[in-house]
């Protein structure tokens, strides 16, 4: 038996029969780290001894989500060394529930970015095709290469649902304030949320349980109650209607990624679901305002990072040019662009110019998705406009890719990436918006899919798998 | 020369009486283990994202209604960006767009005058760390420490309307302003410690204009004295250099106590702030119910409580004043009346002995160990006659000190006074054989010699004789 492609729901059922132990599961996870991470190269940090010591099921956390005791490196010089003094809550309840932490995982320097090529340390290979891109973080790659069970992400532009399209795996953004933050090194406070990568829809929701746990240090932002997710595993979407926003669909340029919407819209429709066309007229403001914002939050949420209590210091003879060199060399070329592009939007002068504007573009977008709330159960688009893109297809491209993503997290709201078919042998990644807190939904119709199609079910051709 | 007039708005930052911070757990005990007091959240280490301390709010929304400012229902936190060393996110959480109380006021009485003096604003924000430097200043030191036991500690920031005009309006302004928060239990509001801190922003005019000058910030002043006196000499400063046909430069001034002078301590113009909302924390939104029942929990205020004491209690307006001035001694006042009627009395032992000891152990009111119990005992003993009221003077202290019951005093050391005429006759009787010549001159009608030979009684007597009685028997004898 391949321990390292079950699902959570199948390993807690045979631990429980005690058919396997958490040790050998463990073990079979650091073989398969041991046999692939040279060629996907995942991981910043990979937890060799905590795994070991305190075996249970192997999660992969995103580098920017703090763990006592091991590594937490945003991928940056600045952090290279920095070892937090304490978990993020979502660590803390993982570990609660039995899950050990098998390593951390690569991604763009402090997340900035959508290919993990801004990293300080190198790049994650897509386990499908090493030229192209694993989305801006490590643990899609992880988990769909078999290097861990599921993951943690985080998402301020579609982070997590990038990722989770890029290599075939389900990933889910959850609504603005449902997750504790506490714990997560963002750049966007605003806009930026914890959520899970998993290899299906069940384990989406046993996540999301677990993660979903309240911790009285993070300012619980939504009055949610905290259903269990479990129960909207339903294979049911007679009825419901779902809306399709053109100006989403329209960026799609690939005809075979175009062709694989069209078919889930047609298997939707098929199962009883009625699609309709709906118009998001805002949507394509919201990538210009989300780069005012969350790179003005970003300068000041990178101010701290000064070489003084923790960070590399780069040394000088006086403390003025002390600052300057630690911050010039500490950070990457993107940290330091979006510094400086943030600083700018907020200063005097510039400030109503852009980020007042901004602000307000942010409303109009969500009052977009208001409207369509009225009237449909959920959204459909794709994830990304099309499949991973390849080494050297950047800058604006890269920019291009966070269109259908980036409005999701300006308005706060639940979303969730899931794998349907391959174009030109790449994953396919089909988006679900739902309203605030209706993660449920996200659940109900992915499920539905996942239980009427083979379409979700992916795997990459590689060693051990 | 021209006449000129100071224009004068002030800045006072409070700290809030909570028992932790105002975004984490940790102890706002003042004088612990330097960086004792610390956790992720108030050192900003990565990731740390805080909850807002409702009883910070709390409190905020009580002081904004005891200086009778309109409360806003919807406000939120900002950040305001700058590198400081004690800062250490790189950013203030501060309220700078939508503060939680604003449109106060405060009245003022100044020379029998009142004056009503505007409030701007109150807005809660949080402390940074403190710094302390090797040399007089951060620039020409080899070494800064600093101490993030304060970092995060809960203030309001109260900001007046440029309305005062004299150094004497400045301390009238913030006796007044000490006064409600001590009252309303917002504040220790102790300078000395640094739970209330003054800046004043300081101009002059030519009298009946009404334009303002280039204004000065003035710091460092720890106490209200020394807010009055950096404001009186800023203004002479500021007249002086513009009778020299000069101009004022806007800079922040720091007032050195010991020269009694302010001095430039940086001449920039106000940073860029960059404000922006503070998304790490939910917005606040206060229901009106919940605003209504703070209001509901503030005490009498010093201005109510004065007047009573005039009216009902029957003090001198003098003897009022002072006795509200302090939230402790108006308590103290009260408590004592419970259990002893004559409210003069109350209030002649209050402003004579007990502000006199005060001060002279330079300790406040509710740190002293005296009762309003022990208080009353002490003004029945004297009432009763079994003590002078110079020996009561003595018991007083020794309440003080050591804070005992004045009976227990009294009988401790022996202290009774002698007020039977049969204990006293021979006494009297040798006095005026010994003092011939003042009995003379008494008889000669010399009327203040019977001070003399009362004087002698009590030597004799230790002090423990009652001088009334005394007094009445030695007229009594030499006119027979």
Request: proline share 4%; net charge negative.
């Amino acid at each position: 038996m391949q321990l390292h492609v079950l699902s959570l729901n199948r390993i807690n059922e045979l631990i429980t029969k005690k058919e396997i132990s958490a040790e050998e599961l463990t073990k079979a996870y650091l073989e398969q780290i041991s046999r692939v991470e040279d060629d996907i190269k995942a991981y910043v940090t990979v937890n060799e001894e905590e795994a070991s010591v305190r075996a249970g099921i192997p999660v992969a956390v995103q580098d920017n989500i703090c763990t006592k005791g091991v590594k937490t490196t945003c991928a940056s010089n600045m952090l290279a060394n920095f070892i937090s003094p304490y978990d993020a809550v979502v660590v803390e309840n993982l570990r609660k529930a039995g899950a050990s932490l098998i390593g951390k995982c690569n991604m763009d320097e402090f997340a900035m970015g959508n290919t993990t090529e801004y990293s300080a340390f190198f790049r994650t290979k897509n386990p499908y095709l090493a030229e192209a891109m694993p989305g801006g973080c490590g643990c899609a790659a992880a988990v769909a290469a078999g290097e861990a069970a599921f993951a943690l992400g985080s998402d301020a532009s579609g982070g997590i649902r990038q990722a989770a399209a890029f290599c075939g795996v389900f990933g889910l953004k959850p609504t603005y304030g449902l997750v504790s933050q506490y714990g997560l090194i963002t750049y966007a406070p605003s806009l930026d949320q914890i959520g899970p990568l998993t290899r299906d829809m069940t384990d989406l929701a046993l996540v999301l349980n677990i993660i979903c746990g309240r911790d009285s240090v993070d300012s619980g932002k939504g009055d949610a109650d905290l259903p269990d997710y479990k129960k909207h595993l339903v294979n049911d979407v007679k009825g419901l209607k779902i809306g399709v926003p053109i100006e989403y669909l329209n960026t799609v340029k690939a005809p075979r990624v175009a062709a694989k919407i069209q078919e889930a819209i047609r298997k939707l429709e098929e199962l009883g679901a009625v699609c309709e066309e709906v118009t998001m007229p805002h949507a394509e403001f919201a990538l210009p305002a989300h780069c005012i914002i969350s790179s003005a939050e970003a300068s000041s949420n990178l101010a701290r990072y000064d070489g003084v209590r923790y960070g590399s210091r780069v040394e000088s003879p006086d403390v003025l040019n002390m600052f300057k060199k630690t911050r010039s060399q500490g950070f990457g070329e993107e940290v330091k662009r979006r510094i400086m592009f943030g600083t700018q939007v907020l200063s005097t002068g510039c400030y109503e110019q852009y980020y007042t504007k901004a602000m307000k573009v942010r409303t109009l977008v969500k009052n977009d998705f208001d409207l369509a709330f009225e009237k449909y159960d959920c959204l459909l688009t794709p994830t990304v406009p099309a499949t991973a893109y390849k080494t050297g297809e950047k800058a604006l491209a890269m920019y291009q890719s966070d269109f259908c993503t980036i409005p999701v997290n300006m308005a706060g709201l639940p979303a969730m990436s899931l794998p349907f078919g391959m174009a030109e042998n790449l994953p396919v990644g089909l988006q679900l918006i739902a309203g605030h807190f209706n993660e449920g939904m996200l659940l109900r119709v992915g499920y539905t899919l996942e239980q009427n199609t083979d379409q979700t079910r992916l795997r990459p051709d590689i060693s051990g798998l | 020369m021209t006449n000129y007039e100071a224009v004068i708005g002030l800045e006072v930052h409070v700290e809030l009486k909570t028992e932790t911070k105002l975004f984490c757990g940790c102890s706002t005990k003042f004088g612990m283990e330097p960086n004792t007091a610390v956790c992720p959240i108030c050192l900003g280490l990565p990731g740390s994202t805080g909850v807002l301390n409702k009883k910070a709010v709390e409190l905020a929304v009580k002081a904004g209604l005891a200086l009778n400012c309109q409360i806003g229902t919807y406000t939120w936190f900002d950040r305001k960006n700058y590198f400081y060393p004690d800062l250490p996110k790189g950013f203030q959480v501060s309220q700078v767009f939508k503060p939680i109380a604003y449109k106060g006021y405060l009245d003022i009485e100044n020379n029998g005058e009142s004056k009503r003096i505007n409030i701007t604003r109150a807005h809660i924000e949080e402390d940074p760390g403190k710094l302390s430097h090797s040399g007089a200043t951060i620039t020409s030191s080899h070494t800064s420490y600093v101490d993030y036991n304060r970092s995060g500690i809960p203030l309001i920031e109260i900001v007046s309307e440029p309305e005062l005009h004299s150094g004497e309006e400045a301390k009238a302004y913030l006796e007044k302003l000490r006064a409600i928060l001590e009252y309303t239990g917002v504040s220790d509001v102790k300078m000395e410690q640094g739970s209330m801190r003054c800046d004043a922003n300081v101009s002059v005019r030519p009298v009946g204009t009404t334009s303002l000058g280039t204004k000065t910030e003035i710091k460092n002043m720890n106490s209200i004295r020394a807010v009055q006196e950096a404001i009186e000499h800023e203004t002479e400063r500021q007249i002086e250099v513009l009778e020299d046909g000069e101009k004022i430069i806007q800079e922040t001034r720091g007032w050195l106590e010991n020269k009694g002078i302010t001095v430039s301590m940086r001449n920039k113009e106000n940073p860029d702030y960059r404000c922006f909302t503070e998304h790490e924390l939910a917005p606040i939104r206060l229901a009106d119910l919940w605003i209504e029942e703070v209001r509901a929990s503030i005490p009498e205020l010093p201005d109510a409580r004065r007047k009573r004491l005039v009216e009902v209690n029957g003090l001198p307006p003098y003897d009022a004043a002072v006795i509200t001035s302090s939230f402790a001694l108006a308590q103290f006042f009260d408590e004592t009346m419970n259990i002893y009627s004559d409210a003069k009395k109350i209030s002649n032992w209050i402003m004579g002995e007990l502000l006199r000891l005060l001060n002279l152990h330079n300790i406040e009111m509710s740190a002293a160990r005296i009762s309003p119990e022990s208080l009353a005992s002490l003004l029945k003993l004297i009432e009763k006659g079994t003590i002078s009221n110079k020996m009561g003077k003595e018991v007083f202290e020794e309440m003080f000190e050591g804070g005992k019951d004045p009976e227990q005093i009294v009988k401790e050391k022996g202290l009774v006074q002698i007020s039977e005429k049969g204990q006293l006759e021979q006494i009297i009787a040798d006095v005026i054989t010994n003092n011939p010549k003042s009995a003379a001159d008494y008889l000669a009608g010399k009327e203040q010699a019977i001070g003399f030979l009362v004087g002698q009684v009590m030597k004799a007597t230790k002090g423990q004789a009652n001088p009334g009685v005394v007094n009445a028997m030695l007229k009594e004898r030499l006119s027979k």
